[in-house]
């Protein structure tokens, strides 16, 4: 019998570069095999910075994917994804500027308390630029109880702006 595959949401953002067609290549390194299957993808929004406020705004979307990967190897395949597309987190200040951040926000409904991996995401209802993209594409999922349409209703969305869509470019 075939493992179900677990459902994970991942948030995407970056300032630094061309971050929307860095999106595009981080979706598809992160389903590059039959371990991830895009299930969906938000739109992608403009947003002003979070925690360190000089420097450039961002770019956030979030997507849903079916795995069977753990959480664990998931994780690893997005900071392994994030080090190939120029993230250096060693260099980098905390919340400043990067080419690409990748985070799991919910994976099922799992929680889990590790040094490197807290699901769901800590502080996944205190971002507003992480629930709007989130409840494009997920208005009625059920995270640490708390429903993400209604966290989006209580959190600060100003200065968010809904991107157009990109026109498709070939992938090389």
Known sequence: MADIPTEALLALGGNVGD???????????????DAVRLSARSSDYRTPPWGVTDQPPFINAVIAVATSLSARDLFLRAVAIERTLGRERSKERRWGPRTIDIDILAYDDVVMHDPDLTLPHPRLFERGFVLMPLAEIAPNRIIAGIRVGDAL???????????????????E
């Open 19 to 33: 971050v929307r067609a860095t999106f595009d290549r981080a979706v598809q390194m992160l389903c590059a095999d």
């Open 153 to 171: 209703a209580r959190a600060d969305l100003s200065g968010i702006e809904k991107l157009p869509p990109r026109l498709s470019r070939p992938v």
